[in-house]
């Protein structure tokens, strides 16, 4: 589409006063935590981006302030890539009141709308999210909330687990916006909270993206129908291990649910 202004949109280390522990109570945002989140960042979240099929996009990704050594490093880093802009802000408070005012400042000239897109510091896309996201604006609404229910579960614990699942809704939502209204950005609301203001519209791409679970998460959790590791090759990420009974294993649960499920039909 044409005319069109597209920011990719990443929290990374940003305080936030309901969020001081992760699911398994322990502390976040600290030394140990930082040290981890990059790790992820590095392994899924940036490759996955920097694997798009386009990118005409820009990636707005949003450090705390005061951040330390490791951040800086970060930073020199991702700022060799002419797309992505790391910026510094006062914790997740100070984000939401800056952040339509810092994308309006970005918006070319000619741009009649803005797509705004989430994505979490420690999940990935499949290589052609942004390409098929951008084609699926060709006709343009005003508050068009798009998202894409078909992803994939990956859990880092166990030796490595995937599974596929239907999640309406999800953490990679994207909204629409005419740039003549009042710019609101996909951060206005919860990513599954919105009223009857906004049109819903899904997005059919086949494992468009990839939610990462792991030991430090907040409240994720894995879920969904155990595939095969071969399901990854569409999310270009970091070279993952899987075990060597893992695919034996998938097979065994697809049988197992197919025998099961053509019982209860003849009974």
Not at 35 to 53: A, D, Y
């Amino acid at each position: 589409m044409k005319n069109l202004d597209h920011f990719l949109i990443t929290r990374f280390n940003l305080k936030k006063e309901d969020w001081r522990k992760d699911k398994n109570s322990e502390e976040v945002l600290n030394e140990k935590w930082l040290t981890n989140r990059i790790e992820l960042f590095k392994n899924f979240c940036l490759p996955s981006v920097l694997g798009q099929t386009t990118k005409k996009f820009t990636w707005l990704i949003f450090f705390e302030e005061n951040s330390g050594s490791e951040i800086q490093r970060l930073t020199e880093e991702i700022k060799s890539y002419p797309f992505i802009e790391p910026l510094r802000v006062n914790g997740y408070t100070e984000f939401q009141i800056r952040l339509s005012g810092l994308i309006e400042e970005r918006v070319s000239k000619d741009s009649k709308f803005v797509l705004t897109t989430r994505l979490d510091n420690d999940d990935a896309l499949n290589k052609d999210f942004m390409f098929e996201l951008q084609k699926s604006v060709n006709i343009p609404i005003h508050n068009k909330v798009l998202h894409f229910p078909r992803g994939l579960f990956l859990d880092l614990r166990n030796n490595n687990r995937l599974a596929s699942s239907y999640y309406p809704l999800n953490q990679f939502v994207s909204l629409l916006e005419n740039r003549e209204k009042e710019l609101k950005t996909v951060f206005c609301t919860e990513h599954d909270k919105w009223d009857s203001e906004f049109m819903i519209y899904p997005v059919d791409l086949k494992d468009a993206w990839l939610q990462v679970t792991h030991s430090k998460n907040m409240a994720n959790r894995f879920k969904g129908d155990l595939v095969f590791s071969s399901r990854l090759k569409s999310v270009p990420v970091k070279k993952l291990s899987f075990g060597i009974e893992y695919n034996l294993n998938v097979l065994y649960y697809r049988l197992k649910k197919q025998i099961l499920k053509n019982y209860r039909k003849a009974v």
